[in-house]
């Protein structure tokens, strides 16, 4: 039984491959080390607060408790307990008879203290080995220790437990945790000490649990973070790994057990057989004569008569040898001096060996954590419990003493849980309590952003009432969505040709390209680009200082292309409601999205830009067209399918165009043919009318805005804004204490954080959690992982109602569409554009599924746009050089 540190050392090192076996999936199922995941996540931090009940069934008593935690600064935990019998009957009678038994004190003792009408969450430690798949449920796998009641392995405990107490009327508690005796302890004494994330006992039954690294726990979904995991090291070497340190005695303790072949690690160590062990050793040596004059007292054959109390009286300093005298005396043993001597010896040997095997398992969870954490020296603290441990007189500083020489680059710190299991089992309910409370909240607040089917119907209804306004001469003048005719009257048919030159301003970036277009059989595109950045001080600047800046752009892209003597053709592609009265002239109705430069508004824009040109007197341009980027984008690719009849940006804001009869349009002279139409449904609601499905938060946007009351739609459905949304809701959620800490940043504070390519990125399916957060740390939010979640479930509700609302709106265009060629079924090409629509992992899919289910004698086909709208600028500057150079001639 004498273990060398070499021995120690070899069992250290077989206890980490049995971790390691225990934690695989693969390789679980036949482990002997179980390695249980427990659903604990986080050691308390001190917001844990409320009063709980706690249950602390498994170790040698069985007690009842009130814990109030409450958070005033400094930590404070009032408890209330009181001790229940555990009678043989109840541990070995049936499961009903235990868990009725167990509701039964649980009753009493809330009667006792008055609060049987309180409705408090149970913490439920139970000592055994249990699988969770929650924090509130267990299936027990096997009994140890002396517990033995039929039917209750195999089953979830939590919810016997329940049934049970549901049969008291008056009892109104519910269990939301369950949790291993080693967990609880290490929750009292991480309350305590912070560093604590390993949690050991040596009473009754021994066991450990620590934290673990989520990406090494194959068991459970999820690799960010930690979760304490139970080893029920006790069952180590169950397999057979370790029957060459195993002795008769301890063979002949397992016989004699009421679970054979299991625990075996644990029978060598663990209080309900320490005393035992002893006994049988004594029993073997009085037999071969080595004590008592061979004589063979009756206490000695009897199995339990000495005690692990007795082992610990008989090692005590001082007085231990009397205390052996003593207790062989009352065994009915006449012990000699010498007799004393060596029965104290054995007690030694056997409890230091169980200090010893105790220490190796340790030593080897310990490697771990510092390997774990990549450390050269590790840092730590251990919650320890157990009678064993704290009774024994010398245990604790063997214990000690050995795991320092195992491990000597950990500085460990041992921490005695002083008061069990039930204060850690009411924090980790504490953790639970508040998390469900939580997610009511967060649930809540997110519950205004689903929208029904009928909420969706009805924004297409009333999306199709406004586009009738906005086309009749009588409403066109109050019309929020103003349907604005382009005078493109054509898509691209193939014949068109040349070399032009394009800007695209007013999406995320503002390009200029040289386009050169073939016709015939060898029709092509060609395109040169340059993205130029338009500083905010620029775009909220005055209207001069934009075009300045704009021709600026130009002539380094002329001489760039060392191009700067051609007077090229140009197309305008300028993506904000313009009032046309012709292709080449457009008056800014309002700005949106970004802009905000002065003196434009109500002025040409193409006007704008020729004095600019002029002011600059470099070089010479013959601007032919001002185009919407939607009218840009259904030009690009109805290049390519005549079928493209509606023209959709999904970016930083939010537009349709659409070819509509000329009929239809009565601000329009003429009957014949068709006109682009630029809808600028951004402004939808801005009589109010979708106003009961705006939450506080978009208005809060669109306070915040460059254009308040302004855009209402755009606000809820573009790239623009769903970062400003988030952003708000954040805040909120923050203000509730449910995220950040409660703590709300600058950065939160900051406008705009949150751009579209973020919002995308965060709502990547692929994405694993740290990744999240990585991000959100990039944008200088210092999250955690259950910040990270619930940053990513916000964007989430924020950006589908956004593809639903757009694809409400699109199925009224379609719809209008159908009716306009008077057929059943239409089949219509839709181009798109819009870093929205391009990025995001999921709106374009809503936003089809959306326009399916509301507009079903539709058959849409969404082309991607990869040219953007200066291609179709071209196109259209080529159509109307062409209808030009006729008109001339
Ligand atoms: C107690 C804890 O302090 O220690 C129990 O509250 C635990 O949860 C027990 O089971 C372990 O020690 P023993 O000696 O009672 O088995
Ligand atoms: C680009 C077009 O591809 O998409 C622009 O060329 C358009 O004209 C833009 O404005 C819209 O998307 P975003 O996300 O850049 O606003
Ligand atoms: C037994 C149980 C284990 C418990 C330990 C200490 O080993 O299986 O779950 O932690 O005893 O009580
Ligand atoms: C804004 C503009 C509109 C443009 C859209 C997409 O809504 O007002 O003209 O088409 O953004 O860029």
Known sequence: MRLSDDVLLDLMTRFQTEMVKGLGRDTNPTAAVKMLPTFVRSIPDGSEKGDFLALDLGGSKFRVLKVKVSEDGKQNVQMESQFYPTPKEIIHGNATELFDYVADCLEDFMENKNIK?????????????????????????????????????????????????????????????????????????????????????????????????????????????????????????????????????????????INPGKQLFEKMISGLYLGELVRLILLKMAKEGLLFNGEIATALRTKGKIETKHVAAMEKYKEGLSNTKEILMELGLFPSEEDCVAVQHVSTIVSFRSANLCAAALAAILTRLRENKKLMRLRTTVGMDGTLYKTHPQYAKRLHKVVRRLVPNCDVRFLLSESGSGKGAAMVTAVAYRLASQRKQIDEILASFKLSKENLREVKTKMRAELEYGLKKETQPNATVKMLPTYVCGTPDGTEKGKFLSLDLGGTNFRVLLVKIRSGRRKSVRMYNKIFAIPLEIMQGTGEELFDHIVQCIADFLEYMGIKGARLPLGFTFSFPCRQASIDKGTLVGWTKGFKATDCEGEDVVDMLREAIKRRNEFDLDIVAVVNDTVGTMMTCGYEDPNCEIGLIAGTGSNVCYMEDMKNIEVVEGNEGKMCINTEWGGFGDNGCIDNIR?????????????????????????????????????????????????????????????????????????????????????????????????KEVCGAVSRRAAQLCGAGLAAVVEKKRENRGVEHLKITVGVDGTLYKLHPHFSRILREMVKELAPQCDVTFMLSEDGSGKGAALITAVAKRLHSIGEN
Not at 176 to 197: H, I, K, S, W
Not at 715 to 732: H, N
């Open 695 to 791: 939450t506080k938060y978009d208005k809060e946007v669109d306070e915040g805005s460059l254009n308040p009351g302004k855009q209402r739609y755009e606000k809820m459905t573009s790239g623009m804004y769903l970062g400003e949304i988030v952003r708000q809701i954040l805040i909120d959620l923050t203000k509730h204490g449910l995220l950040f800490r409660g703590q709300i940043s600058e950065t939160l504070r900051t406008r705009g954080i949150f751009e579209t390519k973020f919002l995308s990125q965060i709502e990547s399916d692929r994405l694993a959690l740290l990744q999240v957060r990585r991000i959100l740390q990039q944008l200088g939010l210092d999250s955690t992982c259950d910040d990270s979640i619930i940053v």
């Open 117 to 257: 009408h309180k409705k408090l969450p149970i913490g439920f430690t139970f000592s055994f080995p249990c699988k969770q798949a929650k924090l509130d449920e267990g299936v027990l796998l096997s009994w140890t220790k002396h517990f033995k009641a039929r039917g209750v392995q195999e089953t979830d405990v939590v919810s016997s437990l329940r049934n049970a107490l549901r049969k008291h009327k008056d009892v109104h508690a519910d269990v939301l945790a369950l949790v291993n005796d080693t967990v609880g302890t290490m929750m009292t004494c991480g309350y305590d000490d912070q560093r604590c994330e390993v949690g050991v006992i040596i009473g009754t039954g021994t066991n450990a649990c620590y934290m673990e690294e989520m990406s090494h726990i194959d068991l459970v979904e999820g690799d960010e973070g930690r979760m304490c995991i139970n080893t029920e090291w006790g069952a180590f070497g169950d397999d057979g790994s370790l029957e060459d340190i195993r002795t008769e005695f301890d063979r002949e303790i397992d016989l004699g057990s």
